[in-house]
């Protein structure tokens, strides 16, 4: 029978600190799976059973297409991390999994703006494209699209410096890694 | 040849000999195929029977069970059964059938999203796209089965698929990129085991239900009496170390007996072997062995630091090894003495607290004595199949297991319902054992239908029902906790279970006297057929000893 067994009632506060105490570095996850129906809602099903939640997931065909390359960002202390990733390894369409390090990574992601562009404004923005080796992508009388590539940081770096001038939509893809060097992620 | 045919192709390749199941519209050519094939089926009265019965019978024999069901409500009936069997590691293969492919996802008659619903609690699952697929994937689920840590893996079979033409070739060697279970051990890693264990002064062995499914007791007892090293197992590894045995300590964990428990929390090393470390044998996780360093064994990596961090984790099959860690232990230069201060312990604990209970001085049975006297009526020697509740923990602490797969029951789920066709099961894979349902009053009417299926099929259990009147368990924790408000736990005196016997066409017999209790219990196991003994036992009796939930082993209770 499940606990609590006494008549105690627990506090939210108790209940919030037994629910809240996941954070840490973010991990960056590369999984390479069979290239199966399924496979995806496996992964995802069993991050929700442990209680992670995923920040942000990418999905996309390999060189081999008997084979898909699963990307996703987690927040997580080491520990809950190392009982994922051995929970992954018994999905039987899982065959590889990375826990990324930062350093020996490299990361890309892709985001679109939609920003309000009028005036003096518009050349401020556009500027910043520049800066950010953006790319306009779509524009009108009122405003801007830009496609902007990079690390988390860099796109959220943008993200602050447009959004005082009226951010109308931003759409980001999620991380994808690879690892540095000769060898496979 | 039907796909359908490959299917019965397959079992009989995979060597199944029964399958339990019930048919239904998804799955009616599956069952044309049956008509003929030559393979037993039990037509069991309901699928979570079914399942029960399949596990039964793989925990009896450790070979794959298998069970079938129809689509929707047939395959829903069946998630019990196979978050049961993921719980307590048991290999079964479970197959579906499913609406038409034209029908998925329209909520069509009799469609269930069995996939979706299955995935948290199965170890693998298959969907079938195309006919060609079905040979391979049973195949397939079979070895995922039966091979690593053992699981439930499910097939689910659109009922036109089924219906398809294809070409059935015996499947070769299995060999699946992303299933390659460790089973070797890593040589070193034994090697510090065996010095760790040599170096030990107060040590422990803890073995677990992982044991059993492995078939590695005689290696475990090997390594036990290598040197006199103490041993307690989980309720899940009853019977893989005799019961008899001078360094058997008893179970261990919230009812195990206070010398096993206080084992583990004076412990300067515990090995634990197969068994993965759950609240129930913990308790206070904190609190749990201050003093010992871990080797943990288990074929299943992510079991290791899982709940308690191993000092040396070995990943692999605990027989192959156990059978090494024997081997290096022996070859070190060991001191048999430095054991002694420890047994002195131990012993004065096994002394001082042996497990008790305060015997009626009338005629009253004590649910306590009904099993000891169905251990002096059956001589220790039968399969026990057990239900879940108290009964379930007298039978543990009672009636000492002498050999694995002796003792069946649901652990980690603790399924209500699953004992008696588990027992049918287990008795078909083992004709010439004594099988006997050890079941309360409260589960057994959770699959009381299949008694039915015993009548009909001619499966000889002996069911014991420990009657009191209560969700007993239940009852004892709103004592304990709950200020003795008796919330919805009192069953009253219902049904009338002998002639609820007599009405599936079994034998009823009821018993009331402790004094001709054992003699009468011979006679309802020497009574041809199924026969159901309704056990009147002590209404309000709690199971003692007791580590109270959240509490640390040291605090035990009664």
């Known amino acids: 029978m499940g606990e609590p067994a006494t008549k105690t009632p627990l506090s939210l506060e108790e209940l919030d600190a037994a629910t809240g105490l996941r954070t840490g570095r973010t991990h960056v996850l590369s999984i390479l799976v069979e290239n199966r129906p399924g496979v995806l809602t496996r992964i995802a099903g069993l991050f929700a059973r442990r209680g992670f939640n995923i920040e942000t997931l990418t999905v996309g065909p390999t060189a081999d297409d008997r084979f898909s390359r699963v990307t996703l960002t987690v927040d997580g202390a080491l520990h809950p991390i190392d009982q994922v990733t051995k929970q992954l390894h018994k999905l039987v369409n899982v065959l590889k999994i990375r826990d990324l390090e930062p350093a020996g990574t490299v990361t890309r992601e892709l985001a679109l703006f939609k920003v309000s562009a009028e005036g003096a404004a518009r050349s401020e923005v556009l500027e910043f494209a520049q800066i950010f080796r953006g790319h306009v992508v779509d524009s009108t009388k009122r405003s801007v699209t830009v496609e902007v590539t990079g690390a988390a940081e860099k796109i959220a770096a943008f993200e602050r410096l447009v959004r005082p001038y009226g951010l109308i939509e931003m759409m980001r893809t999620g991380e994808i890694a690879m690892s540095r060097g000769r060898s496979e992620t | ?558």
Request: glycine share 10%; with cysteine.
């Open chain 2, 1 to 558: 040849m039907r796909a359908v045919d490959a299917v019965m192709e397959c079992l009989k390749a995979e060597g199944v000999d029964v399958v339990f199941g019930l048919p239904g519209g998804a799955n009616l050519p599956t069952y044309d195929a049956f008509y003929d094939a030559g393979i037993r089926h039990v037509l069991v009265r309901h699928e979570a029977g079914g399942g029960h019965a399949a596990e039964g019978y793989a925990k009896a024999t450790g070979k794959v069970g298998v069970a079938f069901a129809t689509s929707g409500p047939g395959a829903t009936n069946l998630v019990t059964p196979i978050a049961d069997a993921m719980m307590d590691s048991v290999p079964v293969v479970f197959i579906t059938g499913q609406v038409r492919t034209e029908l998925l996802g329209t909520d069509g008659f009799q469609e269930a999203d069995t996939m979706g619903i299955t995935m948290p609690i199965v170890k693998h699952s298959f969907m079938i796209q195309h006919p060609t697929e079905i040979p391979r994937a049973i195949h397939e689920a079979f070895h995922v089965a039966r091979t690593g840590r053992p699981g439930p893996v499910l097939v689910d079979i659109p009922q036109d698929l089924s219906r398809g033409e294809i070409e059935y070739e015996p499947a070769g060697e299995i060999s699946l990129p992303g299933y390659q279970p460790t089973v070797e051990g890593n040589q070193k890693q034994i090697r510090q085991a065996a010095k760790a264990l040599a170096a030990a002064r107060r040590p422990v062995i803890y073995a677990g239900g992982g044991v059993v499914n492995a078939n590695a007791s005689a290696a475990l007892f090997d390594l036990a009496t290598a040197e006199r090293f103490p041993v307690t197992c989980t309720l899940m590894g009853l019977g893989a170390f005799p019961g008899s045995h001078p360094q058997w300590l008893g179970m261990l964990g919230m009812h195990g007996t206070r010398t096993a428990n206080y084992a583990m929390d004076g412990a300067d090393l515990i090995c634990a072997v197969g068994a993965r470390f759950d609240d129930r044998v913990t308790g206070k996780l904190a609190e749990f062995a201050p003093a010992a360093k871990f080797i943990h064994i288990d074929v299943d990596p992510a079991e290791i630091s899982k709940n308690v961090p191993a000092h040396i984790p070995i990943v692999g099959d605990a027989g192959n090894v156990l059978r090494r860690l024997v081997a290096e232990y022996r070859a070190l230069d060991t001191d048999p003495a430095r054991l002694e201060e420890w047994w002195q312990r131990l012993e004065r604990w096994r002394a001082e607290h042996p497990l008790r209970y305060d015997d009626s001085a009338d005629s009253e049975i004590k649910p306590q004595f009904m099993v000891q006297a169905l251990h002096q009526a059956t001589e220790g020697k039968a399969i026990i199949v057990s239900d879940v509740g108290q009964h379930q923990m007298w039978t543990a602490q009672y009636y000492a297991f002498e050999r694995p797969r002796q003792w069946i029951n649901s652990g980690g789920l603790g399924t209500m319902g699953f004992g008696l066709p588990a027992a049918m099961g287990a008795k078909i894979g083992c004709p010439d054992d004594v099988v006997c349902v050890i079941a309360g009053d409260g589960s057994i009417q959770m699959n009381a239908q299949e008694l039915a299926t015993c009548a009909q099929e001619e499966i000889p259990v002996k069911v014991f029902i420990m009657n009191n009147g209560y969700l007993g368990m239940v009852r004892q924790w709103q004592q304990l906790f709950w200020d003795q408000r008796y919330s919805h736990v009192d069953m009253g005196r219902f049904p009338d279970f002998v002639k609820l016997a007599e009405a599936y066409g079994a034998t009823g017999v009821r018993l009331t006297d402790k004094h001709t209790l054992v003699e009468d219990m011979r006679a309802a196991i020497d009574t041809p057929g199924t026969v159901v003994v309704d056990v009147r036992v002590t209404r309000e009796e709690n199971t003692y000893p007791m580590i109270a939930p959240g509490a640390a082993a040291r605090d035990m209770v009664g």
